[in-house]
């Protein structure tokens, strides 16, 4: 497979449930993000992993954990959520994590939290 | 505060030409970019402007206005396929992506 894929598509998820969203790049990027994208809001970035480290974690709930085993890999491990993180998570990708590099986008991982 | 406005929605018809804006109010500025997102798609990668004036490719042309603030995408020969939504972002002074809310295009036949 090439560019950047996401699983699952969808995910339908209780308040107490523990879920994982994946995201593999096969573009040789080094830079990966995670963003929510809510209806008619701007995408907001959430986290950014530059050659495996953390760079950037935007005050993010930790109800919400990255994890990024290695370059083409990145994990968004799921707890406790609340009804309010319904969203479309995207994955993106890029060449690294410095200047004006175009991202790679997953289709992302639409969820649901009952 | 930093700021990137877009109409939330439009509508043209097959054939024609639109004009998508952009303005943008940034901490400094290193580029500015347009992506397409079809429903339930990935967002991909359109254009990149940091100088001024206007990149035509193919049916799909990016304006920049640094001075005012302002960039457009220009779509002709308008196609159903072209029923998308349209990111605007630009690069602050920092490299962080800011980001517009999109706008939905909706193409009638």
């Known amino acids: 497979e090439t560019g950047v894929t996401q699983t699952p598509r969808h995910l339908v998820m209780g308040m107490t449930n523990k879920k994982s969203l994946k995201c593999e790049q096969h573009l040789g990027h080094n830079a990966m993000y995670w963003y929510k994208q809510s209806a008619k809001k701007p995408l907001e970035l959430m986290f950014v992993y530059n050659f495996k480290e953390q760079t950037e974690n935007n005050s993010v709930p930790s109800r919400f954990s990255p994890e990024c085993p290695n370059s083409s890999h990145l994990f968004l491990h799921l707890h406790t959520l609340q009804p309010e993180d319904s969203a479309l998570y995207l994955c993106?990708?890029?060449?690294?994590?410095?200047?004006?590099?175009?991202?790679?986008f997953g289709a992302g991982s639409r969820l649901t939290v009952l | 505060g930093q700021n990137i406005d877009q109409p939330t929605e439009m509508t043209a018809t097959e054939g024609a030409i639109v004009q998508i804006n952009c303005t943008y109010q940034?901490?400094?500025?290193?580029?500015l970019f347009w992506y397409q997102q079809h429903a339930g798609e990935a967002p991909t990668f359109l254009s990149y402007?940091?100088l001024d004036g206007l990149e035509e490719k193919g049916r799909f042309s990016s304006f920049l206005s640094r001075s005012k603030g302002y960039s457009y995408l220009l779509l002709k020969e308008l196609q159903m396929k072209d029923s998308a939504s349209y990111l605007c972002?630009?690069?602050?002074?920092?490299?962080?992506?800011?980001w517009g809310a999109g706008t939905k295009l909706i193409i009638k036949p």
């Open positions: 972002a630009v690069m602050d002074s920092n490299y962080q992506l800011i």
């Open positions: 940034t901490s400094g500025f290193n580029g």
């Open positions: 402007n940091v």
């Open positions: 993106a990708s890029s060449q690294d994590g410095s200047g004006a590099n175009v991202l790679t």
